[in-house]
T-cell receptor
Framework: GENVEQHPSTLSVQEGDSAVIKCTYS??????FPWYKQELGKGPQLIID?????GEKKDQRIAVTLNKTAKHFSLHITETQPEDSAVYFC????????????FGGGTRLMVKP | KAGVTQTPRYLIKTRGQQVTLSCSPI?????VSWYQQTPGQGLQFLFE???????NKGNFPGRFSGRQFSNSRSEMNVSTLELGDSALYLC??????????????FGEGSRLTVL
């Protein structure tokens, strides 16, 4: 089955700096890669996603890049703000697997004011 | 529009008991998935239901089961509880569009503690 590894497990940055979280996946048939943000006491919330036919996607301060050959994808957050502090999860799924997402282990991002 | 609602939010059970968790998806969403979240294993897929049929099942023992009703509400049941079943159980719903993956909307979860 699919295996998704995520690094780092914790990341501390100063407000205004950039943050990068990296994930690798094992199943070459995976074609959908979402990123979720989970705040304390809440369920995960989708912040951005990318499909395998796209190499990069950007939404304001957030961007995701995908390298299908190397089977890794990354989340980039620029101009970090204290409200970006949360746990971020990458995930992967394949077309024939419906909503069966395989999640990475999570990255706790702390943005210091 | 109301979000995904899960009940109960917190519950404590003892080993050997069973538990039923409930999930009401966003209105119009016909797909409901369940995930288990623990500090050690992270987020793991349990199962997915669409139109009252189980479409996918994760790698969990048969003690974990679920169902979906005609109004898309879903329940999951865990029988013969073990200490390791202590976790946050998350329900997520999605508006299915041609079977392609899309945004999952998660509830706040039901936190189960097994003593």
């Amino acid at each position: 089955g699919e295996n998704v590894e995520q690094h780092p497990s914790t990341l501390s940055v100063q407000e205004g700096d950039s943050a990068v979280i990296k994930c690798t996946y094992s199943d070459s048939a995976s074609n959908y890669f979402p990123w979720y943000k989970q705040e304390l006491g809440k369920g995960p919330q989708l912040i951005i996603d990318i499909r395998s036919n796209v190499g990069e996607k950007k939404d304001q301060r957030i961007a995701v890049t995908l390298n299908k050959t190397a089977k890794h994808f990354s989340l980039h957050i620029t101009e970090t703000q204290p409200e970006d502090s949360a746990v971020y999860f990458c995930a992967a799924s394949r077309k024939d697997a419906g909503n069966m997402l395989t999640f990475g282990g999570g990255t706790r991002l702390m943005v210091k004011p | 529009k109301a979000g995904v609602t899960q009940t109960p939010r917190y519950l404590i059970k003892t080993r050997g008991q069973q538990v039923t968790l409930s999930c009401s998806p966003i209105s119009g969403h016909r797909s409901v998935s369940w995930y288990q979240q623990t500090p050690g294993q992270g987020l793991q897929f349990l199962f997915e239901y669409f139109s009252e049929t189980q479409r996918n099942k994760g790698n969990f023992p048969g003690r974990f089961s679920g169902r979906q009703f005609s109004n898309s509400r879903s329940e999951m049941n865990v029988s013969t509880l073990e200490l390791g079943d202590s976790a946050l159980y998350l329900c997520a719903s999605r508006w299915v569009l041609g079977g392609s993956p899309g945004e999952l909307f998660f509830g706040e979860g039901s936190r189960l503690t097994v003593l």
